[in-house]
């Protein structure tokens, strides 16, 4: 008798008190009454990890575009399939005759490979050194630069790079424009410098005639040339990728390797051949660049991480097909899921991107379920109020700091799926996937208010 007591009130401490559970479904249910709903849709799951049981479900199974939120399901396989030993390596190696030194670099597509490393790397060449030809070797992946499903104008963007092995500062340059006095043509930065792009300034201070300012590229052109268009009355900040990758990757070692006084001849493509000494060797590992695909949504953090699952099962060089069937598989061996669902690329920039609230459910319990995985995750992702896409919302209420979770915005389509800490104690996971509308202001503003009802 004394064993079952024991038993009946150790069940009793890990079980959901019924009026926080009843709340908690009554003030969802209210919510979901909001008039905003009238045109639009929601699919909300909230899991209790703590008690282990389903706290609420609404359209669980609806198959929906996710948007940023892909890369919580990107980031968990990768975690678990990569390991936390596993390394992103950016190689340099020499090939030295006593007439010719021949000088090879092979990417794996670093993405958070920057100038600091493209200085250390340039400096593991012996000053006066003269280099006859400066070899990119880009054949891991195949030659397809986007994945399927890329928005064709969202190219000139950062948030959309050419996809290479090779990758400086994410392939893409930050411009910043600053106004000066009335007439006078704005204060424009770029970086990193670089001379393989250029800069023209048609843009002018405190004149209202010439519209909204605009930071482009001249992308249909194929062109590396940014153009300030426009009146500049306050700063002002855009990210533009660069055409070719591979090649802005190559044209800034060539200009680093320069300015430390040694001389590069040519620069050409080729596979590293046998026989060649390792120079330099940049090591990145996989836990830091999921914590850039989730804390600050770097798309090509995303990408990197499914060609690198593609690689064991690849046949050749990789694509993004290789590392989407291994995340599909996932999803179906150690997700459990057996209905429709599409994985086309691994950031949630693809328009052929399908997925479940349920699906993205069972990913965060999956995660949670695994020490490692799961620890890497809740950490890497934003915290309401205070890092990331989460640090300007739920101020002032009981979400502040409680949730650590991953948005995801495109046209129509605004998501939020995470963890949540409840003042009862316990851990929630929670996905909600809001389609259908004009705005992601009052989504927001809904979302964060589903956030708060559940951390009370």
Same mark, same amino acid.
């Given at each position: ?43 909300? /799951? ?16 609806? *198959? ?40 090879? /670099? ?15 790397? =340039?400096?593991?060449? !012996? ?6 030809? *400066? ?19 969202? &190219? ?22 600053? !106004?000066?006095?009335?007439?006078? =043509? ?6 990193? &410098? ?58 800034? *070692? ?57 690689? !064991? ?68 992702? !934003? ?6 896409? *989460? ?31 409840? =003042? ?33």
């Amino acid at each position: 008798m004394k064993t079952r007591l024991l038993t009946y009130i150790s069940l009793l401490l890990f079980l959901p008190p019924v009026s926080a559970q009843t709340g908690i479904v009554g003030g969802l249910e209210q919510l979901l009454q909001d008039k905003m709903f009238e045109s639009s849709d929601a699919s909300v /799951v909230v899991y209790d990890l703590t008690a282990d049981s389903m706290l609420f479900e609404h359209r669980a199974h609806k *198959l929906v575009r996710p948007a940023s939120v892909m890369k919580v399901l990107t980031s968990v396989v990768a975690l678990d399939r990569l390991g936390a030993g596993y390394k992103i390596n950016t190689t340099m190696y020499e090939n030295r005759t006593d007439s010719s030194l021949n000088i090879y /670099v092979r990417g794996e597509m670093d993405p958070l490979f920057g100038e600091k490393d493209m200085i250390a790397m =340039a400096a593991s060449i !012996p000053q006066g050194s003269v280099i006859d030809t *400066l070899y990119a070797d880009c054949s891991m992946i195949d030659s397809l630069y986007w994945g399927p499903g890329w928005s064709w104008d969202d &190219n000139p963007y950062g948030y959309q790079p050419y996809l290479s092995p090779l990758m400086y500062c994410g392939g893409a340059v930050e411009v910043v424009v600053k !106004p000066k006095e009335k007439g006078m =043509a704005p204060e424009v930065t770029v970086n990193p &410098n670089s001379s393989f792009y250029s800069v023209v300034n048609e843009a002018e201070c405190g004149n209202s005639e010439l519209g909204k300012l605009s930071i482009l590229r001249d992308w249909l052109e194929d062109s590396n040339v940014i153009r300030i268009k426009g009146n500049c009355t306050r700063e002002k900040k855009e990210k533009m990728n660069m055409y070719r990758s591979a090649d802005f990757f190559m044209a800034a *070692l060539a200009e680093k390797l320069d300015s430390m006084g040694i001389e590069v001849k040519n620069i050409a493509f080729d596979t590293v051949p046998a026989g060649c000494d390792t120079v330099y060797t940049c090591s990145r590992s996989v836990g830091s660049v999921v914590k850039r695909a989730l804390l600050d949504s770097e798309n090509i953090c995303a990408e990197a991480l499914v060609y690198h699952l593609g690689k !064991p099962v690849a046949k050749g060089t990789v694509s993004m097909s290789d590392g989407c069937a291994v995340i599909s598989r996932f999803v179906k061996s150690k997700l459990g899921v057996t209905t429709d669902y599409a994985v086309a690329d691994g950031s949630g920039l693809s328009l052929y991107n399908y997925v479940t609230a349920d699906i993205l459910f069972r990913t965060l319990r999956y995660a949670h379920k695994r020490k490692w995985v799961g620890k890497t995750l809740y950490n890497a992702m !934003p915290r309401s109020g205070m890092s990331g896409t *989460l640090r300007n919302r739920t101020k002032g209420t009981a979400a502040y700091g409680k949730v650590h979770a991953k948005t995801g915005t495109v046209k129509a389509v605004c998501s939020l799926a995470g963890y949540l800490d409840a =003042a009862n104690g316990h851990r929630y996971a929670f996905v909600l996937m809001n389609t259908g509308m004009q705005s992601s202001r009052p989504v927001r503003e809904w979302q964060d208010k589903v956030c708060n009802l559940l951390c009370k």
